[in-house]
């Protein structure tokens, strides 16, 4: 009997040490981590309310040639609005925007490139070509079914 109690024992152990383990692992990973920060379209926690805070797009973006049924865009910022920077389709959705890291907010409802120079305000329009993508003041405009990238340049 005292062999079975010293093989049961340590399986025993063994046992709770790996669900104690687990516990510790799972804790750790759950707990107090805090996630890396991404842009939104809802602002940032340290902006100043009606602060204009840009979507980001990845570092990383590609662009598919997806066709798009709209012709023209009509783009819309509000500073207090979520999101604060859409674009209106002449074929009526609206469009999510997202940026690459050059570009940034600008003084008031403006968005400026790396240069400074600003390159959107409230009630800009974009004509869409057929058969080749868009370009405001001279950036790159990755088109979607549902949303806008805007890039420095086009991805390589």
């Not at 340290?46 to 662009?63: S, W, Y």
């Not at 609206?94 to 008031?108: I, K, P």
């Amino acid at each position: 009997m005292r062999s079975l109690f010293h093989r049961r024992l340590p399986a025993a152990i063994r046992t709770a040490a790996l669900v104690s383990a687990f516990a510790i692992v799972l804790a750790a990973c759950s707990g107090g981590a805090t996630p890396a920060p991404t842009a939104s379209p809802t602002g940032s926690p340290t902006a100043a309310p009606g602060e204009l805070v840009l979507d980001r797009a990845p570092d990383i973006t590609g662009c598919d040639t997806i066709g798009v049924d709209y012709t023209s865009l009509t783009f819309r910022i509000d500073p207090t609005a979520s999101p604060q920077i859409w674009a209106d389709a002449d074929t009526g959705p609206d469009l999510t925007v997202r940026w690459d890291s050059t570009f940034n907010a600008g003084t008031g409802a403006t968005v400026v490139d790396k240069s400074g120079a600003v390159v959107l305000e409230d009630g800009d329009t974009l004509e869409v070509p057929g058969g080749a993508f868009p370009e405001l003041k001279g950036h790159f405009v990755c088109t979607g079914p549902t949303g806008l990238i805007i890039l420095d340049k086009a991805p390589s």
